[in-house]
């Protein structure tokens, strides 16, 4: 089996290589290293099987050639994060729209089966409750830039479903929910990353808001199993899951916990968000998934509790 994964050289994208190399599967790797790096995939560059093209999804040519040479394709390369998205806008939609619009339709011609990412951030403002697949999205004003990724990826959403049901694609889709683990960058505004790099310098903390917001944080290597299961599973074609962890924890909660473990002298220090990302900033008090409907369809379970997911990266940061 010859996998083609966009995004490879990303974050999500390098534990995913390393899973299907360690099944003695082949993968290609087509990556622009825009937010990816070469170094996340270091490890698997001299590994049997393992072909890294670093270009771009954009690019539909050499897109297109590596289609044709793949089994299936795991399209994970996005422009990611809010950071990135509230300072390169055009990028981010374009990237986000157009390159999901060239993978698809080249899978269709070539009727190769995909699997999407989207993010939980398509939900938008929920608070009350924790987030079901087929509950509404509730998103901000168009002139607020912050949602523009949420609804790049809820169009990609509507294009694969519309692939799947127009033209049967088989196609999968899933939502990630802060996802976590080594390799992961602060760069792009990834908290955990973030927290535990400047715990480690004892810098300053920096939690947006007052820290009462609660997030729920999934380890990346269960998000590659759930990923791999899905997509091994005829019976989740043409279907959405959310892949994450039901358990919550407020970013203040987050930041001490983070600040005790590596016996930080760090400051924690609250930053409003007008002054983090411009005036009129809109963040989510909660997110959190029912991940209900993948339990039932794969089993699925989270395998370590966030400490321990915690206490990985914190390692992987010491000796990286
Ligand atoms: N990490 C999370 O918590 C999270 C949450 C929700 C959704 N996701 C989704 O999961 C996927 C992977 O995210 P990640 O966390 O690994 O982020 P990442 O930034 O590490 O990975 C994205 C990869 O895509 C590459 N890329 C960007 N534009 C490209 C282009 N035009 N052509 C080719 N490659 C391009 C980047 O260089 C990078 O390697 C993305 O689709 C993202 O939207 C991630």
């Known amino acids: 089996m010859r996998s083609l994964v966009t995004g490879g050289a990303g974050f999500i994208g390098s534990h995913l ?4 190399l360690s099944r003695g599967e082949e993968v290609i790797v087509l990556d622009n290293l825009s937010t990816g790096s070469i170094a996340n995939v270091g490890h698997l560059k001299d590994k049997k099987g393992f072909t890294l093209v670093v270009d771009s999804v954009l690019n539909k040519p050499v897109l297109e050639e590596l289609v044709q040479k793949a089994d299936r394709i795991f399209h994970l390369a996005a422009a990611v994060g ?8 055009v990028d981010t939609i374009e990237t986000n729209v157009l390159g999901t619009e060239h993978v698809l339709s080249l899978a269709n011609k070539y009727h190769k089966k995909v699997l999407v990412a989207s993010t939980s951030e398509v939900y938008g403002k929920h608070r009350d409750h924790t987030l079901s697949e087929m509950n509404n999205m509730v998103l901000g004003p168009t002139k607020k830039r912050r949602w523009a990724y949420a609804c790049t990826k809820a169009l990609d959403e509507f294009l694969s479903f519309a692939y799947h049901e127009e033209k049967r694609l088989p196609v999968v889709v899933v939502r990630f929910f802060n996802t976590i683990g080594p390799r992961q960058t602060g760069q792009y505004g990834m908290v955990v990353p973030k927290f535990i790099k400047s715990a480690l310098l004892n810098n300053p903390i920096t939690v947006f808001g007052n820290g009462t917001q609660s997030r729920s944080f999934t380890y990346v290597k269960d998000a590659v199993r759930a990923v ?6 005829p019976e989740a074609e043409g279907d959405v ?13 987050l930041a001490k916990r983070i600040k005790k473990m590596t016996n930080s002298t760090s400051e924690i220090v609250f930053v409003p968000y007008d002054d983090a990302y411009g005036k009129g900033f809109e963040d989510m008090e909660r997110r959190a998934p029912d991940i209900s409907k993948i339990r039932k369809f794969i089993g699925y379970e989270p395998s370590l509790n966030l400490d321990q997911v915690l206490e990985i990266i914190t390692q992987h940061m010491k000796n990286g």
């Open 17 to 20: 290589c390393e899973e299907l």
């Open 228 to 233: 791999l299961m899905l997509m091994e599973k």
């Open 82 to 89: 809010v950071k990135l998205i509230m300072e390169r806008p």
């Open 241 to 253: 899951f959310n892949i994450g962890d039901g358990r919550e924890i407020t970013i203040l909660e």
